[in-house]
């Protein structure tokens, strides 16, 4: 049984960001995927982790419940690391813990390096990867992997009900993206990729953006990284589209960091490999720093 739970929104400028909180002890704040996903691919499975922490999960701007413009001076780092701040200030954590998974780990990244006093430890699963060479390398794998979809995802994007942002549809469509994220295509089964029409239309608006900034221009966080004394653990699978040596790579660029490669496991562990992603977190998460 959780001993807290709560729904609400905090304001971030002219956003106003949704998030959930439950359990209690040490505040950890969960960063998810995308961008422009929502906090729901990653539940009701990390409740798991209210068991042992106040665990907090927030919908970044414009995605999920929250709001705010879709413009290239929002959709950046800078705004979406001031946003993770406004979550720990607004609930008054002078330092969070933080799990980001997928983007939401290079997310997590770019706010430790900002913020270094405000992390007290830091869990990275399956993490976009630290530069500009290595995503290139992800997007050509994923890119390899879709090639037996490829036409049937066309088709789906040139229809009305792709346009619309109907949920049947969409969440067809994504569970067709997301299979070959995984080792057992059969895990996607598992995944809530169910959102509302407009949550749907926002996702590719806020991926849109990104793709065409962020992922456009050179980035490498690895000099940034090395800077790190934050108690950090790694973890990635061994079949996922982003390619293991990226995670091992910011493993030897963050001192003293723990790096775990799950075997037969994809881009979501806590649906393919549970039993020892939950144990490899809360052991980290139990140990004093």
Known sequence: MHTFHKEDFVCAGTAKLFYRAAGKGEPLIVVHGGPGLCQDYLLPQLYRLAE????????????????????PSTMNIETFVHDLDAI?????????????????????????????????????????????????????????????????????????AFAEGNPEIMEKLYRMFFSVY????????????????????RYSQVYEQFRNTLYKKYFNLYSALQSLKTPTLIIHGDADPIPPNAAQKIHESIKDSQYVLLTNCGHFPYVEKPHAWFKHIKDFLSTKA
């Open 52 to 71: 042992n922490n106040l665990i907090i999960f927030y919908d970044q701007r414009a995605c999920g419940q929250s709001t705010g413009d879709i413009t």
């Open 88 to 160: 720990r200030e607004a609930l008054h954590f002078p330092k969070i813990s933080i799990l980001g998974h997928s983007w939401g780990g290079f997310l997590a990244m770019q706010y430790t390096i900002a913020h270094p006093e405000r992390v007290a430890k830091l869990i990275l699963s399956n993490s976009i990867p630290a530069s500009l060479e290595e995503y290139t390398l992800f997007e050509q794998e994923k890119t390899r992997r879709l090639t037996p979809y490829q036409k049937e995802l066309d088709a789906i994007h040139l229809t009305k």
């Open 182 to 201: 995984c080792y057992d295509p059969e895990k996607v089964q598992l995944l809530n990729l169910r959102m509302s029409s407009s949550a749907y239309l």
